[in-house]
């Protein structure tokens, strides 16, 4: 049974990416998680106003946030009523990527989905920061999903990689998995910029064939200024359902998420992106 992470703060984006999971795997027996975590700071003054004396604030913002959990589970299992599927609440009070990495090593969660903001004009930018903070800081693998995004099916799925260094079968094991669910066509794209060892690429190769069989091989040429532009449009001319990318030092999501302010790129990528932890 597959034990599934499910981080909401109760906003559409989030409870999309819920509904988005449940949906790939109707057919996959699975522990999903719904974790809530709260702060102080979202405590506002009015709140405070009609506290009870006696009540304090962790009791009042832990109470509300078990209520609303406890509501989006039962819509849930009323619209879905799979047998295959049970449900568990946690509302924690910490900070949000530790609540995450806890609850992960707790439960053996194979896979964080989260919901992610994809809006349009100045407020663009590629991830929401939670998001961006998991895919950075958590050591299971984070499927991110842009804001109304469906799941129809994985038909293709784009690997993008820029072989600065060797890959790991246990890396793999996330993309195994969802290969045997729904036997995708893998493209396995090589950026290739100004740093590139050929040995790594070689070895890789012979991994990715190992492990994925008719995986497609292609490679375009990039550097820091259209690195972002290249990829997005790559995803989009032909029609990918999700692209994957192992976070390792200096690679294509190390410099998305670490060396540039994010929202400076404002890409409107829309389609689910899998990030995994380096092993």
Do not use: W
């Amino acid at each position: 049974m597959k034990a599934i992470l499910l981080p909401t703060d109760f906003s559409t984006f989030s409870i999309n990416a819920i509904h988005y999971a449940i949906n790939m795997f109707k057919e996959e027996s699975c522990n999903f998680y719904l974790l809530n975590v709260q702060k102080a700071s979202s405590f506002i003054s009015d709140d405070l106003m009609v506290m009870s004396s006696s009540t304090t604030i962790y009791e009042t913002l832990i109470s509300a946030a078990k209520k609303s959990m406890d509501n989006v589970i039962l819509k849930i299992k009323d619209e879905y009523k799979n047998e295959k599927h049970q449900f568990h609440s946690i509302v924690d009070y910490d900070n949000l990527i530790d609540s995450i990495n806890q609850i992960s090593k707790i439960h053996d969660i194979d896979l964080i989905v989260m919901g992610t903001k994809v809006s349009s004009g100045i407020e663009s930018v590629l991830f929401g920061s939670n998001t961006a903070h998991a895919m950075q800081q958590c050591n299971v693998p984070v499927l991110a999903i842009p804001k109304g995004c469906k799941f129809n099916g994985l038909e293709k799925v784009l690997f993008t990689t820029n072989h600065l260094s060797l890959h790991s079968k246990e890396e793999f094991k996330i993309l195994t998995y969802l290969k045997s669910l729904f036997g995708f066509e893998l493209e396995v794209l090589h950026l290739k910029d100004e740093l590139n060892y050929p040995n790594e690429v070689l070895n890789n190769k012979v991994l990715f064939k190992k492990h994925f069989s008719n995986a497609i091989y292609t490679s375009i040429e990039v550097d820091n200024k259209n690195m972002f532009k290249k990829v997005n449009q790559y995803i989009v001319d032909n029609r990918f359902d999700l692209f994957v990318m192992v976070r390792t030092k200096h690679s294509y999501m190390d410099r998305l998420l670490t060396r540039y302010p994010v929202e400076r790129f404002g890409l409107k990528i829309h389609k689910p992106f899998l990030v995994i932890n380096k092993v």
